[in-house]
């Protein structure tokens, strides 16, 4: 009996999921790989040469470098602030603090076209806050880079924060009750003990967020201007060049962006994946 | 004693230090976050209260609404369906080139919408390869409903897959090896020993799809035409609102799409603090 | 796997019994259904002409038309018709982007025949200025001074863009901005430049650029007339300033052939556009500010338009095809004008 149940068990596993397997494969082949592959061949359907000429028009350039500056410049406040923010909602107790943990992920629930539009509101010109900002310190908010990176922040602030939070949650403390019995200070076992377990998941919680970042629409064509060469991201300037018709510069533009976002996720996968094998 | 602030939460007595954090942090979320939502509820209210009961009650918002929800409803099954195929065959299976395939899930995750809306509109275009086909079907894909669903359905892609794919690999095998000795058929190893342990990953799973793609707006804005009535979707609506200078009607629709998102996000919740706490 | 294949087929059937692109659905209670695909700026006109226009048919036919309605820019509208938006009718801001249409195959008349040389309106470009012109804004000229905020649309996906450019330049080759030698091609561009530096936000169409005027962005908005009579009627509180100089903006209108006979709407489509050029609707045009291209409604307005002391129209360069080479091809005035001005703040 028990030589023949685990080959039964066996032979049943292997024949009937192969369906299965064919199933999601053609699924995900049809959905995500063969579009993708139109605009990969799309792009570069004049050749490798004209795909360079699209990518390197000062215009396209341009949007590519000012997306990929406010993106880091996004990643690299979330990372902190999603940190703390994290630290904090784990670590005290405090009045509001369940209110605070239900507001994290309210950015996910709006779609980024209102977004955009609040910010607009808030920090437009027109407004009381923007006047003093633009007044005082020569300091524009809206249809400017700050505005770009603020809608930025305010998408992908749950990423960073979700993504450490079960790892701070399941932290082992002895570690830190022993420093603190030998007489570390709290900001040394921050240091020393708590960051560097954290490390890794605020890296990834953050590049998710840039991946993300660097391919927003919705908010940034309302919050940014627009301006080509001056406030024009690259998701913004596919757009125009879909709308006008120029498919080289549409699919050319189009390539670099999800090469930068693929290869970020790959990577972060990656490196979680190593490290999970370590750890098992 | 700072060090117990770090190391023992609740209760105690802080340091400085500590309540500094807290109050940047809670500064900072109030500032990003709170401040933005609050000025959409307040340009709802700007022509007052009646004037937004006037706007909730217009039928355009609610057959856009309708739309939203119909094309995410369609989504939902699909990704139901196939998306739990797929963390399946992800967790369960080895073949060749199954890594990339892994890495492959996270590629809607990282396109923008535009591109979406272009892939989308270069495959069904009338200058699309698949434009002769669809013709010849008499369905239209690019600017109509369909090419807004297939638009949602490659954004949402990644969100149930990836829910399913930890729990699934957190399954206990000795059960399932257990009741198949026992006797049991597939059917019933899966409805009484796999899924009921997936009930909450997929419940969170349909809850982020729906959010998601009720929210979209690039790729719609794109492949959907903006026929006002057909291929508006709330967040269509939304823009053309604003275009239109209803600036009311536009946040109070903008009020509704939040707050039915978060209210699907947080049922899913609860039903996960539920399950967890059993 | 047979299930969710089934599952995935009736999603599909399901979703499309409200997208089939025939003239009526056995569902649908009309006897026609019109797609019109138009730019930003009529929105408010067809919304009292539709109507009329179902009243008449009904009276004259005994049977219903429905009409649905879809208003962007019109760079972005008719390259949607090209790639597959089944519109029956296209009302767009510029001769060149139904050209595009022309070209795609999808028309095969002669629009031109139809109506007054095809072109279903007038308007000019011209400024929105806060009320009471605080920063006396009366010309091109002053567009170009370091205090002044300009705001103008995005050209590649609005035609109204096209034309506040083309009006600018055209104005400065004319002669009749301050300082700028008339013929003087490299003179105006440099003038070019000063403006686009002024420039703070590029919008998508004519339409969202004056409403984010409206919310109080820039100091001056190039935008057409009737945007702003629009604006009017929508209770702001701006005025009109027109330029010495200024391109006559013409609006074409035309029935896709290729849609009509496939959707079994020509006949009504045809009867909509002829519609568009008879007195009444002209009346009606006038009143959201366009000017007419029925002389007489023109002449009986003429108090509401403020005459232009010199008024040119697309053929100053030589058309459009030559224009959007010329001006806007990738290494067009304009284009090359936005790459020199970079930098910018």
Known sequence: MEATAPARLLKRERRPHLGLRTTSLAYILVLVIIPVAIIFQDGFREGAAEFWHQVTLPVAAHSIGLTLWTSALMTLLNGVMGLATTFVLVRYEFFGKKLLNSIIDLPLAIPTLVTGVMLVILYGPQQALGQFLQERFGFQVIFAPPGIIIALLFITFPFVVRTIQPVLLELDRQQELAAATLGASGFTIFRRIIFPALALPTLSGSLLAFARAVGEFGAIVIVAGNIPLRSQTAAVYVFGAVESENRLAASAISIVLITISLAIILVTNYALQGRNDVRT | ?278 | MNASKSLVLAAFVSLNLGACGTGGSPTDPANFRLVLAANTTPREAFSEIIPLFQLQWLEQTGQTVAFEESYQGSGAQSRAVVEGFEADIVVLSLEADLARVVDSGLITHDWKAVGANGMMSNSVVAFAVRAGNPLGINDWADLAREDVEVLTPNPSTSGGAMWNMLALYGAALRGHVDSIPADDPVAAKEFLKLVLRNVTVMDDSARDSITNYEQGVGDVALTYENEVVIGWGAGYDYELVIPSSTILIENPVAVVDEYVDEHGTREVAEAFVEFLFTREVQEILARHGLRSVNPDVAASNSGQYAEVQDLFTIEFFGGWAQAREEIFGEEGIFSTAILEVQGGE
């Open chain 2, 1 to 278: 004693m700072s060090a117990h602030n770090l190391v023992a939460a609740g209760g105690r007595k802080r340091g400085w230090g500590a309540t500094l954090l807290i109050l940047s942090v809670v500064a900072y979320v109030v500032l990003l976050l709170v401040a933005p939502i609050a000025s959409i509820v307040r340009g709802a209210l700007q022509d007052g209260f009646p004037a937004l009961l006037t706007a909730l009650q217009k039928p355009t918002l609610w057959e856009s609404f309708g739309l939203s929800v119909k094309i995410a409803f369609a989504v939902i099954v699909i990704q139901l369906l196939l998306g739990s195929a797929t963390a399946w065959v992800i967790v369960r299976h080895n073949f060749r080139g199954k890594g990339l395939f892994n890495g492959v899930i996270d590629i809607p995750f990282a396109i923008s919408p535009v591109v979406v809306g272009y892939m989308l509109l270069l495959a069904f275009g009338r200058s699309g390869f698949l434009y002769p086909a669809v013709k010849a079907l008499d369905i239209q894909v690019a600017f109509a409903v369909p090419g807004i669903f297939l638009a949602t359905l490659f954004v949402s892609l990644p969100f149930m897959i990836r829910e399913l794919i930890p729990v699934i690999e957190n399954l206990d095998r000795v059960q399932e090896l257990a009741a198949t000795t026992m006797g049991a058929g597939r059917w019933t190893t899966f409805w009484r020993i796999i899924f009921p342990p997936l009930r909450t990953a997929l419940v969170y799973g349909v809850a982020l799809t729906m959010a998601r793609a009720m929210g979209e707006f690039g790729a719609v804005l794109v492949i959907g035409g903006g026929v006002q009535g057909r291929t508006a979707t709330t967040t269509m609506y939304i823009f053309h609102a604003l275009e239109e200078r209803q600036y009311v009607e536009a946040y109070a629709a903008a009020i509704i799409l939040a707050f039915v998102s978060v209210l699907i996000v947080s049922f899913a919740d609860w039903i996960r603090h539920r399950s967890t706490a059993q």
